[in-house]
């Protein structure tokens, strides 16, 4: 298979319904965006007669997938979007700004960080400090926004201090993900109780790399592949030890599982697709097979919960939802659509007022439902969440891990 041969085929496939268009969160909220329909497949179908032709509101694509979910004749649009951002960033690099540079390689900054004495509490203050004097607008940052704070001790970092239970004999590799890992590890430490409540082993894999989802929406698409490739030759190798691989974000999880294939079109990557699976997607085949440990919440705690769109991409319906209501949870979707932040979307200054625009439906039903705590598997739209309402926010990782110590 050539590289972006499925994706750019499936342009053809286009009937031009609309239906990407009535579903699209962005062309709701900002009429300068002109819609999945003509920024993805017809302009792909036109093939652009000249190098410098470029459909300039095609920045305002957020990635989010909605068009990809709707579109009932397969054409990925999303991804030809992406594609063809990344062939105009190819050929203007210089277009790219310092908010695209520092969004797209947080991973890079995370490591920086590390190997420095006290240098995540000095970036934290220094985020502290340049938010409160207006600086984060100079750099493209939303300046109403408030960055997340790198965690004191990374997952990584945590996961080598944790004692699992001797004996496990099952085993799951953990794709931490960049957000858990540096932003939010207590989610990290939840999902290997979880595992090993139920009786595996979690293991990690340094050689991990981000999943690329944050350089593919900044057009960085040759250093997506490199991070793909370095992934896909592990999750392969776990794979002929039979170790599945287990994600809890949902925009990692796309990624590993979809994303990789359809960008790059490789066999190995469709292999490797078929070893990774979403956290509650996977304790959701153990409970079908009844090896799921058994537990039942009494508080009548009230939770609402936020399904991210790259979870709806994966086409699973809402895992974490169903399995915590099983187990006597009281907790509802919030069915509001996309939240508006679409990883780094929302955080670039241009598009605060779209990102938040977007996300208004889910703010009004969250402060409605007299909910304690949002529940989300998504980290960004967690922190999207938080900024809309002020409200209390956790991953369903969490809810179930707090449910087992009972
Ligand atoms: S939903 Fe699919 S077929 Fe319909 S206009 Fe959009 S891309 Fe074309
Ligand atoms: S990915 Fe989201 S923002 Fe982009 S065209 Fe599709 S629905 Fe619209």
Redesign the pocket.
Known sequence: MELEERARDSADNCIACTS?VA?????KANPDYRG?KL??PAHNRMHFSDESDYEDSLKL???????DITCPNGVS??TL?MLERAKYYKAHPEKHTQADQMLSHNFQMADMLKSIPFGRTCANIGMSIGEAMGMMGAMGIAPQRKSPRFATKYFREMYKEIKQPEGLTKEVLFFPGCFIDVNDPEVGVAFVKVMNANGYKVLMDDRFKCCGSPLVVGGYLDEARSHADNNVAIINEYAAKNIPVIACCTSCSLMLKAEYTELFAQEEMAQAAKNVYDAFEFLTILAEKGELKKVHVSSDKKFIYHAPCHLRAQGMGMPAVDLLKEIGVNIDSADAGCCGMSGSYGFHKENYETSMKIGSELFDKINASGAHKVVCDCGTCREQIKHGTNAKTTHPIQVLAKAYEQ
Do not use: L, M
Not at 61 to 67: E, F, I, P, T
């Open positions: 990407c579903v699209c969160p962005v062309t999945p920024v993805g694509c957020s990635n989010c997938k909605n068009c649009v999303a979007n």
